[in-house]
C-alpha cells in the first residue's frame, strides 16, 4: 500500500530541502547531480551522471533508500552494496519519521551512501 497523499507532501517537502543543501552547483549539474523518486512506500535518492561510453545518456546510480513500513510505523533504512541489492543499514535500521531518514543520509557515518 502506497503512502497517504499528506505524508507524499511531507517527503517531498523534505527531499527539496535535502537536495537543496546538497546538490552540487549548477554550473557543474550537467556532470554530476542528486534527484528523488517516490515509488509507493519507498523512496529512491540518487546521483544523475553522464555515460562513460556515451556522454548524452544519462545514468541513474542509488545512493539511499527508505521504505515506510505501516503495519510497524516506521521507515527501513537502506543502503546498496556493490552487489547492486538493497541492504539494511546497521547503524539505524530504522527511524520512526522520514526527516530522520534524511538526516542519516546527510550525516552518512559510515560513507555507505556517498563514499
Given at each position: 500500500m502506497a503512502i497517504s497523499e499528506?505524508?507524499?507532501r511531507r517527503c517531498e517537502k523534505e527531499l527539496d530541502e535535502f537536495l537543496?543543501?546538497?546538490?552540487?552547483?549548477?554550473?557543474i549539474r550537467h556532470e554530476v547531480d542528486l534527484a528523488y523518486q517516490l515509488d509507493g512506500q519507498s523512496v529512491v535518492i540518487f546521483e544523475i551522471r553522464p555515460y562513460w561510453k556515451n556522454t548524452g545518456e544519462?545514468?541513474?546510480t542509488p545512493v539511499a533508500k527508505t521504505t515506510y513500513i505501516k503495519k510497524h510505523?516506521?521507515?527501513?533504512?537502506?543502503?546498496?552494496?556493490?552487489?547492486?541489492?538493497?541492504?539494511?543499514?546497521?547503524p539505524v535500521p530504522t527511524v520512526k519519521y522520514f526527516e530522520e531518514f534524511r538526516g542519516v543520509v546527510s550525516e552518512d557515518a559510515n560513507a555507505c551512501f556517498f563514499g
Open positions: 499528506f505524508e507524499i537543496a543543501q546538497h546538490r552540487p552547483p549548477p554550473s544519462k545514468i541513474e510505523k516506521h521507515w527501513k533504512v537502506f543502503w546498496q552494496r556493490s552487489d547492486l541489492a538493497w541492504h539494511s543499514y546497521d
